[in-house]
């Protein structure tokens, strides 16, 4: 933005800010200017120029060769509609950047809110403001609808104990458990695989010569019963039991909204063992390359000009440290 560039150039300028602010009684803030590796830069460029709207237009208006630069009511109105549809989005970014807790999950219900109220458009709601929000809703929604990333996303939401089926449609729900009970089946296949093949199993030795065997117990009533039941019920296959476990999963108890899933999925691993293998697959994957981003944002200020002699294992050593300490 033009406004925000004249007063990075012009230290004048920012000093004149500085006192208009104090005489209007604003926030003695400095302008924010848009970073093209950041996307939110631009609503909090935005943002802080309405919040200083009054400084600046009485600095400007000073000067003839920026006079032409106060913004008009035209240019805030524009301003005030984008500032209202970003500040949310704005918010919801953040969040799913985070590489300290489970953020893929969430997805999937940001995007249900999105689509049923933040980005819903209201009677209030100017003509501009109404454009932008379906532009950006329409944008989502395409953007997330190859089927790969669905299925990613809604696998991810059903391992979530706080939200399980919530935000899945109610005609695909089926075709998930179906898809869930495959899954695990493979990774506990593949877990099995890898286990070592041969195992020692100790055996009982006989009794030897002239040793008493103990005698056999005499049975009891009880133990006719017990026998017929056990020739009866056959032990459920490795699927159903699979099965038995998703549906007691999804009948288990509803939890809070600030749970932290993978601590869930610690502490009911005994409850569930098969399940809790699919949830570590989903659960680990980040939303977005933020996390990624830092990792390389964090070696390039450790390589730099005057240290670009560093070994690339001594790189390694110090990015892993910088991101761990």
Same mark, same amino acid.
């Given at each position: 933005m *033009?406004?925000?560039?004249?007063?990075s150039y012009s230290w004048k300028k920012r000093r004149h800010l500085a006192e208009v602010q104090?005489? %209007?009684? @604003?926030?003695?803030?400095? %302008?924010?200017?848009?970073?093209?590796?950041?996307?939110?830069?631009?609503?909090?460029?935005?943002?802080?120029?309405?919040?200083?709207?009054?400084?600046?237009?009485?600095?400007?208006?000073?000067?003839?060769?920026?006079?032409?630069l106060v913004p008009t009511w035209q240019d805030l109105e524009v301003l005030e509609a984008?500032?209202?549809? @970003?500040?949310?989005?704005?918010?919801?970014?953040d969040a799913l950047s985070g590489e300290e807790y489970v953020t893929l999950s969430y997805v999937k219900p940001v995007l249900h809110l999105f689509n049923d109220s933040l980005l819903a458009c209201e009677e209030g709601d100017s003509e501009l403001c109404k454009s932008i929000k379906t532009s950006i809703v329409e944008y989502l929604n395409h953007k997330y609808s190859d089927p790969a990333t669905t299925d990613?996303?809604?696998?991810?939401?059903?391992?979530?104990?706080?939200?399980?089926?919530t935000?899945?449609?109610?005609?695909?729900?089926?075709?998930?458990?179906?898809?869930?009970?495959?899954?695990?089946?493979? %990774?506990? *296949?593949?877990?099995?695989?890898?286990?070592?093949?041969?195992?020692?199993?100790?055996?009982v030795p006989e009794p030897?010569?002239?040793?008493?065997?103990? *005698?056999?117990? *005499?049975?009891? @009533?009880?133990?006719?019963?017990?026998?017929?039941?056990?020739?009866?019920?056959?032990p459920p296959t490795k699927r159903e039991a699979i099965e038995n476990e998703l549906s007691s999963y999804l009948q288990s108890a509803s939890v809070e909204s600030d749970t932290d899933p993978l601590k869930w999925w610690k502490d009911h691993e005994v409850v569930f063992p098969a399940l809790s293998h699919l949830a570590k697959k989903y659960l680990l994957v980040p939303a977005t390359s933020s996390?990624?981003?830092?990792?390389?944002s964090c070696s390039g200020n450790i390589v730099t000009c005057h240290r670009a002699s560093l070994k690339p294992d001594v790189v390694g050593r110090l990015v892993f440290l910088a991101q761990n300490l």
């Open positions: *033009a406004i925000v560039s004249c007063f104090i005489q %209007l009684g @604003l926030p003695s803030h400095q %302008l924010i200017t848009e970073s093209a590796t950041r996307w939110g830069s631009r609503q909090q460029m935005i943002e802080r120029v309405l919040e200083q709207e009054g400084a600046l237009a009485k600095v400007l208006s000073n000067d003839k060769k920026t006079r032409h984008v500032q209202k549809v @970003l500040k949310p989005l704005q918010d919801f970014t990613l996303l809604e696998m991810a939401s059903f391992v979530d104990p706080r939200f399980r089926a935000y899945i449609p109610s005609e695909k729900v089926d075709a998930l458990k179906h898809r869930a009970v495959l899954e695990v089946e493979t %990774l506990l *296949a593949d877990q099995s695989s890898c286990q070592p093949s041969h195992l020692h199993v100790p055996t030897a010569d002239g040793e008493s065997a103990v *005698a056999p117990k *005499a049975k009891t @009533l009880a133990s006719f019963f017990k026998q017929r039941t056990a020739t009866t019920t056959a996390p990624s981003e830092r990792v390389f």
